[in-house]
């Protein structure tokens, strides 16, 4: 398609700086400014795609194939799919689409049992102990769509010395250190008290999807035979779940949700929650 170039030169303030999801408008023509998103192009002033989600074929399972590993949260069995001009599941506070073909969950698929390094410079490992770490490196993954390993997240914030007592990270360690991998200014802040309490404020962040707040929590965990406790960082997803919060165990014990699991009831008492500035 053919740009004007008067137009580029002179006009160039009716365009916004950044677009949808936070892409960078990519060319423009006499009435129209058009954002690449990888696979298609978004024209920004009617809001529309112009050409429908390449995953579209990915959708239909072959046979035998599990449903559930199907992209795009279920392939063709979430109905969102059946609007082939549709974009991160038409939820794209809570997901991403970075290189236009799937729909990523802004909580990343990585454990802190990915990486046996020594976790800052203590006497642990990141998969005995990295489960703050595991979140951080999480929520830069989701913010610049990168894939960055826990020893990089580990690297990093040993140059910066973000360690405390060795081998701890406070959620301004945590803000600076996804700060430094992403290049995004990161806010950050900390709530304390008991579940019901911070259920409310979690939920509070949940019902404000322009913040977009990234949120991890700390909960008194069981361990396996339920005999003893320990505290365990998760990520925690938006959407609320009844009286639970959905989470994304770091640890491949795979928790699902607050409250506990088979091994006994584990509360969250600590709510970490990070954000990009849009400058």
Known sequence: MKTNDSFNSKNRNFAPCIAFSGEEPSFFTASSVFSG???????????????????????????????????????????????????????????????????RKVTDNIHQQNSKEQLGTGSTTIDKEGCVLTTFVRIANAISTNKFTLEEGNDIANKLNLYTNKDELSHAAGAEL???????????????????????????????????????????????????????QVNINEKSNGNKQPIVDTSTRGRTSTGGDSNGKEPIYRVYWFKVERE
């Open 178 to 232: 996804i700060s430094s991998l992403t290049g995004f200014k990161i806010s950050s802040g900390m709530f304390e008290g008991t579940e019901d309490e911070l259920m409310k404020k979690i939920k509070n962040m949940a019902e404000n999807p322009y913040e977009g707040f990234f949120v991890t929590g700390r909960i008194e965990a069981k361990s396996s035979d339920g005999k003893s406790t320990y505290g365990h």
């Open 37 to 103: 998103y990888g696979a298609r192009y978004l024209e920004s002033r009617t809001g529309r795609w112009l050409s429908a989600d390449p995953a579209m074929g990915e959708y239909i399972p072959s046979p035998g194939q599990d449903s559930s590993k199907l992209p795009g949260l279920g392939g063709i069995y979430n109905t969102v799919n059946f609007h082939v001009y549709h974009y991160a599941g038409n939820n794209p506070v809570k997901y991403t689409d970075p290189d236009g073909d799937v729909i």
